[in-house]
C-alpha cells in the first residue's frame, strides 16, 4: 500500500524546514559576530582594524 501525502502538506513542510534553517543560520551568524566583537576587545588582532585608524 502506498501512502499518498497532499502537495499541499509536502510545501508546507519545506517552508517550514526552510524557514527554521534560515532563523538558526541567523542567530548563528549573530552570535558569531558578537563573539568575535568581544574577543577583539579582549586581544586585538590584524584581522580586525579600526577603519578610522588604517594608515598605509
Known amino acids: 500500500m502506498k501512502i499518498v501525502i ?3 502538506l509536502m ?3 519545506f517552508f517550514s524546514i526552510l524557514r527554521q534553517t534560515v ?3 541567523l542567530i548563528t ?3 558569531t559576530e ?3 566583537k568581544i574577543y577583539h576587545k579582549i ?3 590584524f584581522m580586525f582594524y579600526d577603519p578610522s ?3 598605509r
Do not use: A, D, E
Open 6 to 8: 497532499p502537495q499541499n
Open 11 to 13: 510545501m508546507k513542510n
Open 23 to 25: 532563523i538558526i543560520s
Open 29 to 31: 551568524f549573530g552570535l
Open 34 to 36: 558578537v563573539t568575535f
Open 43 to 45: 586581544n586585538p588582532s
Open 53 to 55: 585608524s588604517y594608515n
